[in-house]
């Protein structure tokens, strides 16, 4: 009985025609943006793709407010991490608490006022672009240049697909929440605390493949809400295996045909996005399949098919999970939080 309960917890879902056509045609929208990055030999077209996923939702105006917002904080986030990392390029010590700080700012901010989307997008791009060119100059360059370009393709055909090909409903207006300033600055600390164990713990591992980067994200992401931060972080690393273990599928069959390729792809991918529009309680788990996958089918602009990535960002995203609760344990002790 308890494992029949789990299982109807898990994938007993009310069916939606609507959620599922959106499911398919955002995964359409997924493989072209993935075609013009391959097209214009973006080195991580993945990206492309994942942008896609994360700024869909039923309601258009979602879209359309993340889309423009999503853009700029990459923008503004890139362009401030290259200006630090160059003005204080001869103390790497320096850049890095320099950026350590603004990210504890950015973070304080993006709860205290109604911008926080585009406020946290920014602060995320300070971190993820700075400490990678910080770390190895040569791929973060390339990761700045290369996101921006994946993000305007994705964000662009997504905007034209649901505005005119296949019109969503408007829905109602986004309205952002603000956090109290106590909240807003144990969360700042919480994160900077969690960004810095994150960042000693990959230089002590030596871990390849840009996995420093992606911990941070996982931080950012997984401490948005403190009493949820250990279910949403564990959503994010099942949902990573299992786009795994979808992709090694997926490309396995590609030794069949390029074409079943495509269409093992699409169908995993389609499933996985209507899984996390239709599941209340499971979406994350779901986005975070269909992230995985993307990653694991198109980790580079060569078409070279290594699940090598995928691997890496679960363990990146099991080690993330880790330090995050452990600083919340001690957060809680200290502050007595619940």
């Given at each position: 009985?308890?494992?029949?309960?789990?299982?109807?917890?898990?994938?007993?879902?009310?069916y939606s025609n609507l959620y599922l056509k959106?499911?398919?045609?955002?995964?359409?929208?997924?493989?072209?943006?993935?075609?013009?990055?391959?097209?214009?030999?973006?080195?991580?077209?993945?990206?492309?793709?994942?942008?896609?996923?994360?700024?869909?939702?039923?309601?258009?105006?979602?879209?359309?407010?993340?889309?423009?917002?999503?853009?700029?904080?990459?923008?503004?986030?890139?362009?401030?991490?290259?200006?630090?990392?160059?003005?204080?390029?001869?103390?790497?010590?320096?850049?890095?608490?320099?950026?350590?700080?603004?990210?504890?700012?950015?973070?304080?901010?993006?709860?205290?006022?109604?911008?926080?989307?585009?406020?946290?997008?920014?602060?995320?791009?300070?971190?993820?672009?700075?400490?990678?060119?910080?770390?190895?100059?040569?791929?973060?360059?390339?990761?700045?240049?290369?996101?921006?370009?994946?993000?305007?393709?994705a964000i662009v055909c997504t905007c034209v697909?649901?505005?005119?090909?296949?019109?969503?409903?408007?829905?109602?207006?986004?309205?952002?929440?603000?956090?109290?300033?106590?909240?807003?600055?144990?969360?700042?600390?919480?994160?900077?605390?969690?960004?810095?164990?994150?960042?000693?713990?990959?230089?002590?591992?030596k871990i390849p493949g840009g996995s420093l980067?992606?911990?941070?994200?996982?931080?950012?992401?997984?401490?948005?809400?403190?009493?949820?931060?250990?279910?949403?972080?564990?959503?994010?690393?099942?949902?990573?295996?299992?786009?795994?273990?979808?992709?090694?599928?997926?490309?396995?069959?590609?030794?069949?045909?390029?074409?079943?390729?495509?269409?093992?792809?699409?169908?995993?991918?389609?499933?996985?996005?209507?899984?996390?529009?239709?599941?209340?309680?499971?979406?994350?788990?779901?986005?975070?399949?269909?992230?995985?996958?993307?990653?694991?089918?198109?980790?580079?602009?060569?078409?070279?098919?290594?699940?090598?990535?995928?691997?890496?960002?679960?363990?990146?995203?099991?080690?993330?999970?880790?330090?995050?609760?452990?600083?919340?344990?001690?957060?809680?002790?200290?502050?007595?939080?619940?």
């Open positions: 009985m308890l494992m029949f309960g789990l299982f109807k917890e898990l994938f007993y879902i009310e959106i499911a398919a045609v955002a995964t359409l929208t997924c493989i072209f943006s993935l075609f013009i990055c391959l097209f214009l030999h973006v080195k991580y077209p993945y990206w492309g793709a994942v942008t896609v996923f994360a700024i869909l939702s039923p309601n258009l105006n979602m879209i359309l407010y993340k889309a423009p917002r999503r853009v700029l904080g990459t923008i503004i986030g890139s362009v401030v991490a290259i200006l630090i990392v160059l003005i204080f390029s001869s103390y790497p010590l320096l850049t890095l608490i320099v950026l350590i700080l603004l990210g504890a700012i950015g973070f304080y901010v993006s709860k205290v006022i109604a911008e926080n989307y585009f406020t946290l997008f920014i602060t995320v791009h300070i971190l993820f672009i700075g400490v990678g060119i910080l770390f190895d100059p040569n791929i973060g360059f390339s990761i700045a240049e290369y996101r921006l370009i994946s993000n305007c393709i697909v649901f505005s005119f090909v296949y019109k969503l409903a408007r829905g109602a207006e986004f309205t952002p929440t603000k956090s109290s300033k106590e909240d807003a600055f144990l969360y700042s600390a919480i994160l900077t605390v969690s960004i810095v164990i994150a960042i000693i713990v990959w230089e002590t591992l980067n992606m911990v941070i994200c996982l931080i950012t992401i997984a401490g948005i809400n403190n009493s949820g931060s250990l279910l949403k972080g564990k959503q994010r690393f099942y949902g990573c295996i299992l786009g795994v273990c979808s992709g090694v599928i997926t490309i396995f069959l590609s030794s069949v045909s390029i074409v079943i390729f495509f269409i093992s792809f699409f169908c995993f991918a389609t499933f996985f996005i209507y899984y996390s529009l239709a599941h209340k309680s499971y979406q994350y788990t779901g986005l975070q399949a269909a992230v995985a996958i993307c990653i694991t089918c198109f980790p580079n602009d060569s078409m070279r098919m290594v699940i090598e990535d995928g691997l890496y960002r679960a363990l990146g995203i099991m080690l993330g999970v880790i330090i995050i609760n452990i600083v919340f344990m001690v957060f809680r002790y200290v502050f007595n939080k619940p």
